[in-house]
């Protein structure tokens, strides 16, 4: 159990063109999603965090304009990558977590990962 | 701000001897979790492993164990024989046990470990 799918594996666009990224936590409701970047041979970056039917938290540095995040439901959350540009280029990640009350031990879910390279 | 250092970029292992990574990290709290991470060169994130601050026994999954020391803050993963299969990025992680805004994963830089055959 518990598994996310994250789609598209891969995508190659052209520079201006904006990429929508679906994570689908498919056997649980996720209140708390997560997206990460990642560069070759690095750690995770955490970029925004989204609690479903809220804005998300983004964290510093990221542009809010975009990398856009929307979790609309309990069990998916978006992100677009507006007028995306060669520096965009990137394997991004989500993360699923289910509700857990105030002290939470629910684990986080990890999707497969996007590689998104834009020409 | 909680932080986890993995010092070593990179390690290597002969196939079915045993190696250890290193973590340390820094919090004020006193309860969270930590976690080791393993990512295949396919890219998925793979939970190896995860240690309750409060428990104070060791966890372990068959062949993969931790030193989880909670005054040095210290918490080390040990492969005991090792297989090629577990060639990857290991990526040590913290977590508050409070959920909000701070109830995130903090990741280490990672350890590339090979496994020679």
């Known amino acids: 159990g518990a598994v996310v799918s994250q789609h598209p594996s891969w995508v190659i666009c052209k520079s201006g063109t904006s990429v929508k990224i679906e994570c689908r936590s498919l056997?649980?409701?996720?209140?708390?999603m997560f997206w990460y970047r990642q560069f070759p041979k690095q750690s995770l970056m955490l970029m925004a965090t989204s609690n479903e039917g809220s804005k998300a938290t983004y964290e510093q540095g990221v542009e809010k304009d975009k990398f856009l995040i929307n979790h609309a439901s309990l069990t998916l959350s978006t992100l677009t990558v507006t007028s995306a540009h060669p520096e965009d280029s990137s394997f991004y990640i989500c993360?699923?977590?289910?509700?857990?009350?105030?002290?939470?031990?629910?684990?986080?879910?990890f999707g497969d990962g996007t590689r998104l390279s834009i020409l | 701000a909680q932080t986890v250092t993995q010092s070593q970029p990179e390690m290597s292992v002969q196939e079915a001897e045993t190696v250890t990574l290193s973590c340390t990290y820094d919090?004020?709290?006193?309860?969270?979790?930590l976690f080791w991470y393993k990512q295949p060169p396919s890219r998925q994130m793979i939970l190896v492993i995860r240690q309750e601050a409060y428990k104070q026994q060791n966890a372990t999954e068959n062949r993969f164990s931790v030193n989880f020391q909670k005054a040095a803050k210290s918490f080390s993963l040990k492969i005991s024989d090792s297989q090629l299969g577990d060639a990857a990025m290991y990526f040590c992680?913290?977590?508050?046990?409070?959920?909000?805004?701070?109830?995130?994963?903090?990741f280490g830089k990672g350890i590339t470990l090979s496994v020679r055959p």
């Open positions: 993360s699923a977590r289910k509700a857990g009350g105030f002290y939470s031990n629910q684990p986080q879910h």
């Open positions: 992680a913290y977590r508050t046990t409070r959920t909000g805004a701070n109830s995130k994963l903090t």
């Open positions: 919090t004020s709290e006193s309860d969270y979790y």
């Open positions: 056997d649980f409701q996720a209140t708390t």
